[in-house]
Structure formats: C-alpha cells, structure tokens
C-alpha cells in the first residue's frame, strides 16, 4: 500500500515541478522583454536628447521606434493568442497564424536591435570616450 501512494506521490511532484518550470520560464521571459522595451525607451530618450549632432541620427530614430512597436505588437498578439481557444480547429489555426506574426515581430524587432548597436549606440562604449577617438 505505501509503494503505490509513493508512486501517486511522485507523480504529483513531477507534475508540479513541470508547471512550476513553466512558470518560472515564462516569467523570466517577460522580465526580458520589459529590460528590453525598458533599454529601448532609454536609448530613444538618448537619441532625442544628442539630437541631429548623432552622426546617424534619423537612421537611430527609425530604428529604435521600429524596435519599440515590434515589440509593443508581438506584446498585444501575445495577449490576443492567449485568449485564442486551441481545442477548436479553426481557432487553433488562427492561433497558429497570429504564433507566425508573433514570431516575425520579434525576429524583426531583434534585428532592429542589432542594427543600432553597429550604428553607434554600444553601451560598452561611453559617448565620452567615442568623442576623444574622434580626429
């Protein structure tokens, strides 16, 4: 009798670690993506604040909003799959499509990231050690 309520025991525990995992993955997640949206705010606060005096200025503004509303979309599709029901074929079909959108945004969004950090918004580099290496 105590193997088999040993047995029920663990299988519970599994269950729970599993959903605990997924929870926690899924907040660390979001954590990211608001540290990103967060960095993305700072760095057009940055921008707006050099003003035209930034070598790439117009191409910055362009890409850090671009950034900014990827992510502010894939964040509302993500919102509008959740309420999606996926036990009915013809909305786990839109489901699926909207997962495809999502995934465009974010990879779009990514790439828009790390074209700005090649065009002279690198952390790792204060503005003012950039402006003594200029001759």
Known sequence: MASGLERVNENE??????????????IAQGMLDIA????????????????????????????ISLSIVMQVAAGLLLVIQSLINMHNAKDRNRGFAINHFIDAFIFLSVFCDIMKMNFGLDPAVPQSDVELLKP
């Open 36 to 63: 990103l949206l967060t960095a993305n705010a700072s760095q057009l606060k940055y921008i707006l604040q050099v003003g035209e005096q930034h070598q790439f200025y117009k191409l910055m503004l362009i890409l």
């Open 13 to 26: 525990m599994k269950a729970m670690d599993a959903n605990r995992y997924a929870t926690k993955k899924t």
